[in-house]
DNA sequence: CAGCTTCGGTTCGGTCATTGAACCAACGTG
DNA sequence: CACGTTGGTTCAATGACCGAACCGAAGCTG
């Protein structure tokens, strides 16, 4: 967490995780590369972050193990911050925050969570009620549900205005 | 959150989340209000909290619906501050988190969440691999493991030496 | 009943993280 | 060779967090 002083007095598996991901926007970055996410522009854009946090926020994300930057081009030179094992191990907290919010302060649905082979929405372990299973992210599906209004000039957006399957890349098609 | 802006920008159900429990420490006292602390000044010792932050943090708590502050003795007038509902929800995120932080960052076991019923240490999502069943919180244990070195000085760490049933308020014995 | 202690706070000055805007550098394109 | 795109860094201002001090109500101690 590095603010003044850590969490050093708690010996407690959930205030460790915290000192990794407790930070303002960590978990929103590490939200958007299980969504897909990759660029750092689309970051950016997407999160309407201050490009210094953003650019710290990958730095420690990349240092603790949970996203890879890699190059994928040469010429000229970009990288792409991949999420990790460790990264998308985060899932079932980040599902179990979404149903929390969802059912207590939010209104209309935005999003669901769907089993990929049959559409059924995850239930609040994340396991499919209609399969009987516990569905590894990969198979999940994020629908657009009925009270999404996205902004158009971002092209995450509106590229999750299609569902989507996790981990998988975005495609951004350019405005 | 309350820093500059919010997450306004974000339509998503983790944002909404992260609005009410994302600053610091927030998680971390809930995490001891289902644990059983209920008293200010266990808060503070435990945690080891600026005051100011403390204060803060049980007001929106208790705004929010997620700490319920009830005044338990006239003369003197003391209150306590007891999760409700609400906040009990936010235990499977708090697990999920848990279990990342303890699988990823930590080498010896500290503590480990165990069906009351059975003794059986709960499985990924909070299921007792025993039973087959989702164990619900009142029906989890909270176990001491190898790895702890409490503070003598905390009597919520020294009452946390024994196994204790979470939600029940804990037995602070005086110095 | 004077003085000390406990509990649950508030206030305050200093420090540190976050913010938004500006700047920068490498490269490709017209 | 001007301009756009991508992926950053720098900087001043703001505001959250920190630790220490203070405070008030009530009880207990001698």
Not at 59 to 77: H, N, V, W
Not at 97 to 110: C, P, S, V
Not at 121 to 133: D, N, S, V
Request: hydrophobic share 40%.
């Amino acid at each position: 967490m590095a603010l003044g002083k850590d969490y050093a007095t708690q010996e407690c598996s959930i205030a460790r995780a915290l000192e990794v991901v407790g930070e303002r926007w960590t978990l929103l970055v590490v939200r958007d590369a299980i969504y897909g996410v990759r660029r750092y522009n689309d970051f950016l854009v997407h999160l309407g972050i201050p490009r210094a946090v953003l650019s710290a926020r990958l730095k420690t994300l990349t240092e603790e193990g949970i996203l890879d930057k890699r190059r994928y081009q040469e010429a000229p030179p970009r990288d792409e911050y991949v999420v990790t094992a460790r990264g998308i191990a985060l899932w079932p907290a980040l599902r179990a925050l979404a149903l929390w919010g969802r059912e207590n302060f939010q209104e209309t649905q935005l999003r669901s969570f769907r089993h990929a082979d049959c559409g059924t929405e995850l239930g609040p372990y994340g396991e499919c009620p209609a399969c009987g299973t516990v569905v590894p992210v990969a198979d999940v599906v994020l629908v657009p549900g009925p009270g999404l209004d996205p902004d158009p000039a971002d092209p995450v957006s509106r590229a999750l205005l299609k569902p989507k399957r996790l981990l998988e890349p975005l495609e951004i098609d350019p405005v």
